[in-house]
């Protein structure tokens, strides 16, 4: 019985998750039709919602966005969009900070999460994954003396929140992994593991030798 049991959640729980996930991305989006006038709202129109309509409505507005912002016209308006937006005290500074953090996430110029390695964490004898966001700046850069790398390392099974970390990029290896893979081990706590790729023999990983400030505590 117990053996059975356990099949079945193996097969029901994924299905579910998957479910509830898409359920929440679809109601979500749906939230878009909020736009449209009543009189052309589905449940007036045919007496019902119809879910997923707002998702493409969604996708649509999306996509028309970005046909529209890349001439000349586009990107004039937005341009003068934002500079309204900065003009706002409060509205700039939030604005600002999401604007930089989507740019540096879905820029195909950019480089965050375009690499996973493995690092040394939370000390010296214990290894984790995480992901290369860039490099270090600001007045960050003028105290740190040596090629230091920005990583963001995941929590599981949550990767939405995590640890920024600030290494040098001698103790920091790069994985032959694709992100997707790197996450999916992460989220499922190690147990959908990455196909082993041997490669030719080299000398052991081996921890850094200075320990960092949260190894001596």
Do not use: C
């Not at 898409?22 to 007036?44: C, F, G, K, Y």
């Not at 290369?132 to 949550?158: A, C, E, K, M, Q």
């Amino acid at each position: 019985m117990r053996k059975y049991f356990i099949t079945g959640l193996l097969i029901l729980v994924p299905l579910a998750i998957t479910a509830w996930v898409l359920n929440l991305v679809i109601s979500t989006m749906d939230q878009s039709l909020l736009i449209v006038p009543e009189r052309w709202q589905p449940h007036t129109l045919v007496g019902f919602d119809i879910p997923g309509l707002g998702t493409i409505l969604t996708i649509a507005i999306v996509f028309l966005t970005g046909v529209l912002t890349n001439n000349l016209v586009g990107n004039y308006v937005v341009r003068l969009w934002e500079r309204l937006l900065h003009r706002i005290p409060v509205v700039s500074s939030l604005y600002g900070s999401v604007k930089q953090v989507s740019d540096t996430l879905f820029s195909s110029s950019g480089n965050a999460f375009r690499k996973a390695v493995l690092l040394p964490y939370p000390h010296a004898n214990s290894w984790t994954i995480g992901f290369l966001t860039g490099t270090p700046g600001g007045d960050v850069r003028n105290h740190l003396v040596g090629d230091f790398v920005s990583i963001y390392v995941p929590t599981t099974p949550n990767p939405t929140s995590g640890f920024f970390l600030m290494m040098e990029r001698s103790q920091v290896i790069e994985l032959d992994m694709t992100v997707d893979a790197a996450l999916k081990y992460i989220v499922s706590m190690g147990v959908v593991a990455p196909e082993y790729l041997p490669t030719t023999p080299s000398a052991p990983a081996s921890a850094p030798t200075e320990l960092t400030n949260l190894d001596r505590k």
